[in-house]
């Protein structure tokens, strides 16, 4: 059980280090990716305002019937794909990743 918990304690290490360096603003906001072992989850955040803008995930109504298998690298490309485009209809082109 103790590797568990140590697992968590570097996952959360990991996440604020680059937490730190990383910052979304309006004209360019942060693009946040969390991979687990059975699906894909995309975000585009603006971080002064604390909103996500965009979501995308494997586990999207509209992604499921095309992914078999949402942990692997063709769902990232279509899950990628999906957030591109909701991005460029909200007027997104740069972001923070």
């Given at each position: 059980?103790?590797?568990?918990?140590?697992?968590?304690?570097?996952?959360?290490?990991?996440?604020?280090?680059?937490?730190?360096?990383?910052?979304?603003?309006?004209?360019?906001?942060?693009?946040?990716?969390?991979?687990?072992?059975?699906?894909?989850?995309?975000?585009?955040?603006?971080?002064?305002?604390?909103?996500?803008?965009?979501?995308?995930?494997?586990?999207?109504?509209?992604?499921?019937?095309?992914?078999?298998?949402?942990?692997?690298?063709?769902?990232?490309?279509?899950?990628?794909?999906?957030?591109?485009?909701?991005?460029?209809?909200?007027?997104?082109?740069?972001v923070v990743f």
């Amino acid at each position: 059980m103790d590797h568990i918990k140590e697992k968590l304690r570097k996952r959360t290490r990991r996440h604020l280090r680059i937490r730190r360096e990383v910052v979304g603003t309006a004209e360019r906001p942060r693009l946040s990716v969390y991979r687990s072992l059975k699906h894909i989850y995309c975000q585009i955040i603006n971080d002064i305002e604390g909103r996500t803008l965009v979501a995308a995930s494997t586990q999207s109504p509209d992604l499921r019937s095309q992914i078999k298998y949402g942990g692997n690298a063709a769902a990232a490309e279509i899950v990628g794909k999906k957030i591109a485009e909701e991005a460029k209809n909200k007027g997104i082109t740069k972001v923070v990743f």
